[in-house]
DNA sequence: TAACTCCTACCGAGCGATCGCTCGGTAGGA
DNA sequence: TCCTACCGAGCGATCGCTCGGTAGGAGTTA
């Protein structure tokens, strides 16, 4: 029972987590060239080479070229996923609290997986056959998301919108655009940026910055773990 | 006199005005190629195929596949950044009115030429060069020009924003992510989508959807025109 | 314990296809 | 006689990928 109440707690808090270097080596390596030159700029050469392998080396561990923007995608969209229904579960019952912590965890998974998130989005056209089904189908359970909780809030009177669905767009839109300009070694930490754009956000439903400010966010929360997903600071 | 006052009146409203086929066709070809697999999927023959020309009838128009990305890439910028300085100058003094016009024309042209947004933001990368220097300074500039009427806003205590830097790159890029989505045959003109957005975009600065929200753009007021720029529906 | 058989984890060399681009033309109007 | 507007053929480079290996560790047998 203490156990177990434990694990909840720890369970709850894990959408806020992220460790580095969660990546195969290679699949660093071949992500890394994507990001820098595009899926079709990028030659295996220069993968192996980033990897430091033979190109047959590399062929070991993966069939294809796309195989590894196969791979790497989906690492993303299930790691967004799981994490966006862990930020839903933690919020309770309370639709503005679904919201905010929702839009904390968007853009919390797009600064902090930039690269990760930027080629998920960018290079959905070099995905081939169902890949790129099954994607688009993900993206699209990400916003529909999005939408559910504006128009539950809508509903229940919380939220105000002219056009729910336009802004629900704007808003998935605005967090995802994340990953085209976050830089690590900017201004903002992705914890600050989160809490910011959230407020932002709700401002685009009529709801203030208001209530709960503080979030548990900006409090000494360690939230960069390391590899074994162990607090590396704070 | 009479003569330029008319001319002044139709300049004014220039930046709402949207002809199709805007690109010579060869340049067309070798966008809508770009559009579909990107620059480095893109080749050569592709887009010679596309405009009905040989390898080397393309070679005649364009000195290589670059050539075609930096006429592209430098339309798309020179395009947009007269028309958002035109929208500023038709609002006159009012920093509100120049904040609404200038984000209905953001929206407006990542709506009506959202491949060319699309890949002028997505293929910088593919830039050489000098040509990417520039590009990079074309969109701060266009960021800057929101950043200085929210600045100015806050001042004059119209606008009222936590982090006005933040907001500003937030309304910027839900409005160049417009292009990543819009659809021509999807539910809302262009002009819907830049009122909306400009709403959208006015929430999050505590400004309501409020005053003035029939603005002239959905009036019937035409808004698509011929290749010679003269109206073809209103 | 030595020899043998697997297995994983690689690599040097190179194959066929395709890439961006060019050579040396032609056709037709000024 | 130019010039513009093209094109058939093809060059050298590079592409994704593979062939036929080797090195070394684990497990098995005599």
């Known amino acids: 029972m203490k156990v177990e109440t434990a694990k909840k707690v720890e369970d709850a808090a894990a959408w806020r987590k992220y460790s580095e270097n969660v990546l195969p080596p290679l699949l660093q390596a071949a992500l890394d060239s994507f990001v820098e030159h595009g899926y079709h700029g990028t030659t295996i050469r220069t993968v192996a080479a980033r990897a430091k392998l033979s190109v047959p080396g590399l062929y070991h561990h993966y069939a294809s070229k796309q195989a590894l923007l196969v791979a790497i995608v989906q690492f993303a969209m299930t790691d967004l996923l799981v994490r966006s229904e862990d930020a839903v579960a933690e919020a309770g019952s309370s639709v503005e609290e679904q919201f905010r912590l929702l839009i904390e965890c968007l853009a919390l998974f797009h600064a902090h997986r930039s690269e990760l998130a930027f080629i998920a989005a960018s290079e959905i056209r070099s995905l081939e056959g169902e890949s790129r089904t099954a994607h688009i189908k993900s ?96």
């Open 139 to 234: 993206r699209d359970k990400q916003q529909q998301m999005v939408d559910d909780i504006i128009n539950q809030g809508m509903r229940e009177g919380v939220f105000d919108a002219e056009h729910p669905k336009d802004t629900s767009r704007a808003i998935v839109t605005m967090c995802t655009g994340i990953a085209q300009w976050y830089r690590r070694d900017g201004e903002l930490s992705p914890e600050e940026l989160a809490v910011r754009y959230a407020n932002i956000a709700r401002m685009t439903l009529g709801v203030g910055p208001g209530s709960r400010r503080e979030s548990v966010l900006t409090a000494p929360t360690p939230v960069l773990t390391d590899a074994r997903g162990r607090p590396d600071r704070g």
